[in-house]
């Protein structure tokens, strides 16, 4: 059994090929996946600790788990990031270990790519700016898969509540012929963007669907919860809604899971997830100015197609 820590992780997820695999893998056979999850809260419900189980299994090729933690006291605390994983991953045939990875790494590649994915399959083909919101672990991901996805962004705007985070995570990112900065101003960044990427832990929305200009990709990241949401009722009723899956980014976070529960849609407003856009069941946007609203929700399918990826470039 092989062990790839993060380094070699990230040294093998570069963006262009793995979104291309991605795209290739949701044309193909659909594994069984399952998801479990224990929570641990603070007396006061201050604090919410997650502990996630994330199984998958391509019969005849690959069984796959993913285990994350999510511990929100880590950075203050510790000065430790809140996510922690491992991925291990088995022979489909024999259920021989085959590899243990860095589940750290192939969470935010893996999590950067599903969006920049979709972006590839709904945003325009002639966007030009990026507004990133969150200046965790995934910011700089999210700015790098995106802008592998759709080349023609020149700007990027980062905003996060502690504006010195926002500044941090844009002086840190550096790409050939587009400038990223920080912003204070979310709603004015906002109104003028043509992609949005959110990566928050909101549990209450920070962006408002009257801020979205025709035309403009959503991209929604942060919320795994019900009780978690980063777009408000405005968002879903003025935009096009797809997933990655339909398994975990309707019912489970709150972005859908919230106006599905107050009657606002019903899950039949889904147009469509990842596996008919990329089969070419759902030619995806319809015009140059509707609104895409994408769901980004993970799940074990992705971190096993990611795990495969990685597997399929080892050197001997």
């Known amino acids: 059994m092989r062990f790839i820590p993060a380094g070699q992780v990230h040294e093998l997820l570069d963006y262009p090929s793995l979104i291309d695999t991605l795209a290739e893998a949701h044309r193909g056979e659909e594994p069984m996946v399952e998801r479990s999850e224990l929570h641990d809260e603070a007396a006061d419900g201050s604090v919410r600790r997650t502990f996630l189980n994330l199984p998958a299994w391509i019969p005849g090729r690959a069984m796959g788990i993913k285990m994350v933690t999510v511990m929100p006291e880590n950075e203050k605390a510790w000065n430790l990031p809140t996510v922690h994983a491992v991925y291990q991953l088995f022979d489909g045939k024999t259920g021989e270990p085959l590899a243990a990875i860095d589940g750290t790494a192939l969470t935010v590649r893996k999590t950067a790519a599903d969006s920049a994915l979709g972006a590839k399959l709904l945003a325009r083909t002639d966007v030009k700016s990026l507004v990133v919101l969150g200046a965790g672990a995934m910011a ?115 972005d859908l899971a919230q106006p599905i529960a107050n009657q606002l849609i019903s899950e039949d407003d889904i147009a469509a997830d990842l596996f008919q856009l990329c089969r070419g069941d759902h030619s995806g946007r319809s015009g140059p100015d509707e609104i895409t609203f994408f769901k980004n929700g993970g799940g074990a399918h992705l971190d096993l197609f990611t795990a495969l990826h990685i597997i399929d470039n080892l050197g001997e």
């Open 140 to 254: 700089p991901h999210l700015i790098e898969a995106h802008c592998a996805a759709r080349p023609s962004i020149e700007r990027v705007s980062v905003w996060n509540r502690t504006f010195a985070k926002a500044e941090t995570v844009a002086a840190g990112v550096r790409l050939p012929g587009v400038r990223v900065v920080a912003t204070e101003d979310l709603e004015a960044a906002a109104r003028e963007a043509d992609v949005i990427s959110c990566a928050t832990s909101a549990t209450e929305p920070v962006l408002l669907g009257a801020w979205l200009k025709p035309g403009c990709h959503l991209d929604l990241v942060g919320s795994f919860t019900p009780d978690m949401r980063e777009s408000d009722d405005e968002a879903v009723r003025r935009s096009t809604l797809f997933v990655d899956s339909r398994w975990f980014a309707i019912h489970q976070p709150g």
